[in-house]
């Protein structure tokens, strides 16, 4: 015998009642400033029709945010104010219908806003080659430096270069400018597109010229210089073709680890560049995150560290701050396609020969992967 099984179709269960009304008002609202916005606590109020509390509010003329809370929690982050005015917020209760309640208006009074304390410690002087910026960022919000310059001395400022930073502290700077007065502004911009008042002077970048390529390697005794395969050899390292090879030592070497070259000529060094490997790699691995540079005319033939003077201490800087495995474009642009400017403080003397030593990699092994070197200075 077959048994036949009917199964009766079902009506759609709608927990939906578009004749509902409105949610009433949250109540016992309290408000705490914190910069840039406030954080609202309130009352939710029983209604099994509320679906969420929604905060309407302008942080610019004509310009509005809303701000959103389900009905499982009690408060509402408001944010993107440029500045600490009193402002109105317009707080809704919305029903699974959609349907608002009447607002409830409160004022808050936002505490200054990172764009405007970052800007307390925000400065611009001359660098070589163009300007050198610095910035204390301490709240490590999401920030644009914008530069400007006149830079065909007709009054007009235009702007020349963004950086995009979180880092509480950092320095940037822009280059390929002529070494002539030129007149500088320098501002912050949010997120909000707030912005902090802009900076305005005067300066004359430090004159600088590019040393020539290629340079020439110099197998010292004690340098690690032997690439980890053939194609890898140090002379990729300055054959001007950032995205067309790399130096790489050996797996099995350790750090600390230097090799040696020859820049063709003394020069009295003012900064140096260095392009780690390609995008897949970019900060992780075996590119370099602490090195120092050292100078010397005469060096030992046994590849000891008697005739080197130290020139620099350096370590990476990462744009966006974030963790070993994570990277922006911002940090791609940065570390790969523009490379890192790292300059030398207090240079006097003329040197010849340049030997680079490995400290620490960003992978923390020993093997070390750089695409490009570049030098600027007095020859």
Known sequence: MTLLLQCKKEGRIDHLDPNAPAPAQVSAVKSESVP?????????????????????????????????????????????????????????????????????????????????????????????GGVKIRLKNKLEAALAIVLEADTVGNGVLLPIQTFYTKTPEGTFSARGLNSVQTKFSV???????????????????????????????????????????????????????VDQGIFASRHNTVLPQWFSFDLGRAVVLSRMKMHQRAP?????????????????????????????????????????????????AEDINYGFTQGEDFEFEDVRDSYRYIRFKTLETYGGGAQVTISELSFWGKL
Do not use: C
């Not at 902090?196 to 390697?217: C, R």
């Not at 030992?300 to 990277?327: A, H, I």
């Open 36 to 128: 840039g916005g406030a954080i609202v606590t309130y009352k939710i109020p029983s209604d099994p029709n509320l679906s969420y509390v929604k905060a309407v509010y302008e942080i610019q003329p004509g310009v509005f945010r809303e701000g959103r809370s389900s009905f499982y929690t009690d408060t509402l982050k408001l944010d993107g104010f440029g500045d600490t005015s009193v402002y109105k917020v317009k707080i809704y209760s919305i029903g699974r219908n959609e349907k608002a309640s009447q607002p409830l208006e409160i004022t808050i009074k936002p505490l200054t806003p990172p764009v405007l304390t970052a800007f307390g410690n925000l400065s611009i002087e001359p660098g070589f």
């Open 187 to 241: 501002y912050l911009r949010d997120r909000w597109n707030n912005k902090s008042p802009a900076i305005i002077t005067s300066l004359t970048p430090l004159f600088e010229e590019k040393v020539p390529k290629p340079f020439t390697a110099v197998h010292l005794p004690t340098d690690e210089y032997e690439p980890v395969e053939a194609q890898y050899p140090l002379e990729r390292m300055w054959d001007g073709l």
């Open 280 to 328: 897949d790699y970019t900060y992780t691995g075996a590119n370099v995150k602490t090195f120092e540079i050292y100078g010397s005319n005469n060096p030992n033939s046994d590849g000891s560290f008697g005739n080197w003077k130290l020139l620099g201490t350096f370590k990476s800087f990462k744009p966006s701050g974030l963790p070993t495995g994570r990277v922006t």
